[in-house]
Each structure stands twice: as C-alpha cells, then as structure tokens.
C-alpha cells in the first residue's frame, strides 16, 4: 500500500488520512485541528511519498531513542548505538557490541507494541539470550509482553505492506 497523499496509513496504532498541503513547505506533520486524523505533507505531490517514508522514520527514531533510554536507566545498561531499518525479518536486534536496531515500520504499530519491541531489545543488553532471567528482565520493563507479541503475530505481515509507489515496499505487490 503506498505512502502517499489520498492513502489512509496506520501511524502510532490510529489510521491517519495522508492530505497533501502544496501551500506549506516541504515539511510533514500530524494536523491536530483536522476532524479525521490526518496527516499533511507540504511540497511538491511528486516528492510526498519520500518525505512521508522519512518522516516516519524519523518519527520512529525518535519514539525508540526515548523507549530505549527509559528502560536503558531501568536496567543500568547503556546501548551503544541505536539504528532504525527496514528489516524483512526481523522487528529490532542486539548485537555483541551493544548496537540496538530497529524495524521503522513499528511507528504504524499501536505504541505498546513498539514498547515491548524496545524493551526486549534493551533487556538483551544484560541477557543475550532467551532465558528465564531475560523474560524476567522483558516483564520488569512491560507489563504485558504477550499482548504485544500477539498482535505482531496478528498484524505484523500488514505493516510491511506499506511503503513507496502504488505496488508497496520494493515496488513487488502485496
């Protein structure tokens, strides 16, 4: 499903009209005074899908930079890098060295879930693996990791849908 003025896209878990604004420059925005969620995109039609694709990356960043420090300071660990992707396969991972990276398509799930992704990348700063001590560790930071885990399981293949021009993510039809 594209990202483009006229499509509705999922964005923190609420669908959201994408309006183009032609008047404003270059600029995304969520319109708060809009009757229907809504987001607006300001330039020109051609270069919207671009700019929403990175705004929603840069949204996404945000949102896992500040998650990822609140349960960082939870557990007195320190990641060493934060990356935001578009992984295939995977929603987030903890590397050796401590890099945390992240799907950006987890901006359109509902925000507990990109809270239970952030959290179980985090508690793999202390447990690098899936032990009974690491889900311990998951449950201090959400309380419900199940819930979060489910609706992945549920509506997980629908975030990949989205993305540039009118055949989805890599231009193949979903």
Request: glycine share 6%.
């Amino acid at each position: 499903m594209p990202i483009e003025p006229g499509a509705t896209v999922p964005f923190r878990g609420r669908d959201h009209q994408i309006r183009h604004a032609p008047g404003a420059r270059g600029v995304v925005w969520v319109d708060a005074e809009a009757q229907r969620s809504t987001i607006r995109v300001a330039g020109k039609l051609e270069h919207a899908p671009r700019r929403l694709e990175e705004w929603l990356k840069k949204m996404a960043r945000r949102e896992f930079v500040q998650r990822t420090d609140v349960f960082a300071t939870a557990l007195a660990v320190k990641p060493k890098r934060i990356h935001v992707r578009d992984s295939s396969s995977r929603w987030g991972s903890c590397s050796s060295t401590g890099t945390l990276s992240f799907s950006w398509r987890l901006i359109l799930a509902p925000p507990f879930v990109l809270d239970y992704v952030a959290a179980h990348e985090v508690a793999h700063l202390k447990e690098m693996n899936h032990s009974s001590r690491f889900w311990r560790l998951v449950k201090l930071l959400v309380s419900d990791p199940n819930r979060a885990q489910d609706w992945l399981r549920e509506n997980g293949s629908i975030l990949h849908r989205y993305g540039p021009g009118p055949e989805g993510r890599n231009g193949a039809a979903s």
